[in-house]
T-cell receptor, first 115, second 114 residues
Framework: GNSVTQMEGPVTLSEEAFLTINCTYT??????LFWYVQYPGEGLQLLLK?????DKGSNKGFEATYRKETTSFHLEKGSVQVSDSAVYFC??????????????FGTGTRLAVRP | EPEVTQTPSHQVTQMGQEVILRCVPI?????FYWYRQILGQKVEFLVS????????KSEIFDDQFSVERPDGSNFTLKIRSTKLEDSAMYFC????????????FGPGTRLLVL
């Protein structure tokens, strides 16, 4: 079946540091890949997505490139802010045709950014 | 911007009681989902729903669970007889089409079973 593996957290960085959160996946078809973010006490928000190989998703300074050859979708940001402190979830959609695309999530990586 | 809403935000119930969690998906969306997140664990798929019927369900979604779209706007998850292990955050999501389309999540209902 499909699966998503994320690096274990927590990740603690100082403000303006470079961020990488690793994500690799296993899928039988041609999945779409997503990063969702969960701020403290809130629900899941879509951060970015990529729907095919070599696509780059980007939003709010975050980027991730869909790498089919390494089955990876690592999240990066050049300069993190305190407000980026949250839990980040990598996810893929299960390409099952016309009946609905369930999301398979990784375990989540907690990011804490110090001032 | 349209959003998915969920009620209640928190629910506390006694073991064995029935609970109904409510969701209002984005109005022109056709596909609806329930996920849950046990504290500190990953988000898990429960069920997907399209055209007034379940299209896929996970092994978690046993006979104690049911979903319904009672009218044109609400989408509900019912747990018939709650167990302690049902304590979790329950998220509703919706999407407009299927093929690699983004799912938009509600803020969640935190369910605590005592």
């Amino acid at each position: 079946g499909n699966s998503v593996t994320q690096m274990e957290g927590p990740v603690t960085l100082s403000e303006e540091a470079f961020l990488t959160i690793n994500c690799t996946y296993t899928a039988t078809g041609y999945p779409s890949l997503f990063w969702y973010v969960q701020y403290p006490g809130e629900g899941l928000q879509l951060l970015l997505k990529a729907t095919k190989a070599d696509d780059k998703g980007s939003n709010k300074g975050f980027e991730a490139t869909y790498r089919k050859e390494t089955t990876s979708f690592h999240l990066e940001k050049g300069s993190v802010q305190v407000s980026d402190s949250a839990v980040y979830f990598c996810a893929l959609s299960d390409p099952r045709g016309s009946s609905g695309d369930k999301l398979t999530f990784g375990t989540g990586t907690r990011l804490a950014v110090r001032p | 911007e349209p959003e998915v809403t969920q009620t209640p935000s928190h629910q506390v119930t006694q073991m064995g009681q029935e609970v109904i969690l409510r969701c209002v998906p984005i109005s022109n969306h056709l596909y609806f989902y329930w996920y849950r997140q046990i504290l500190g664990q990953k988000v898990e798929f429960l069920v997907s729903f399209y055209n007034n019927e379940i299209s896929e369900k996970s092994e978690i979604f046993d006979d104690q669970f049911s979903v319904e779209r009672p009218d044109g706007s609400n989408f509900t998850l019912k747990i018939r007889s709650t167990k302690l292990e049902d304590s979790a955050m329950y998220f509703c999501a919706s999407s407009s089409t299927v093929q690699q389309e983004t799912q938009y999540f509600g803020p969640g209902t935190r369910l605590l079973v005592l």
